[in-house]
């Protein structure tokens, strides 16, 4: 899928061997899930549990299926695995994903280079900046 290649473009770093190498590193078969709908693969998800969080990479779906709720109604089903851990990721600078990550709850922690950081408390925690 192709999905991410404008956005990196647009931020000067769409490199095609650094993208598979990076993929290559982060794949885990038990971390990874694929997103159907349809019939169709749509998309591919990671969630990693860590000691005091959750992480979601790698989330990506064919821009078809963007803006349809798939995304959504994806994020909320990982989210209510475990209501009460907080949850993080991480959102390419500019990418409207953030505002789709901010009307889920989720809150800015702090940026990378070219990455801005956001966590989602678990149910019943404060929010950070609170």
């Known amino acids: 899928m192709g999905v991410m290649h404008a956005h990196l473009e647009r931020v000067g770093r769409f490199d095609p061997a650094r993208r598979r190498a990076r993929m290559r590193a982060a794949f885990d078969p038990a971390a990874f899930r694929l997103i159907e709908s349809g019939g169709h693969v749509r998309g591919c ?9 959750r992480e979601i990479h790698s ?11 798939l995304g959504r109604a994806v994020l ?26 901010e009307r889920a709850g989720f809150h800015l922690t702090g940026e990378a280079e070219f990455d ?3 966590e989602r408390p678990g149910l019943g925690a404060t929010p950070p900046g609170s």
């Not at 998800?45 to 969080?53: K, Q, S």
């Not at 909320?76 to 990550?101: N, Q």
């Open 76 to 101: 909320d089903a990982i989210l209510a695995e475990h209501p009460g851990r907080a949850t993080r990721l991480e959102v390419l600078k500019g990418s409207s994903a953030a505002r789709f990550y």
């Open 45 to 53: 998800v990671a969630v990693v549990d860590h000691a005091d969080h």
């Open 116 to 118: 801005l950081l956001y």
């Open 59 to 69: 989330f990506y779906l064919e821009p078809e299926a963007q803006g349809r709720g």
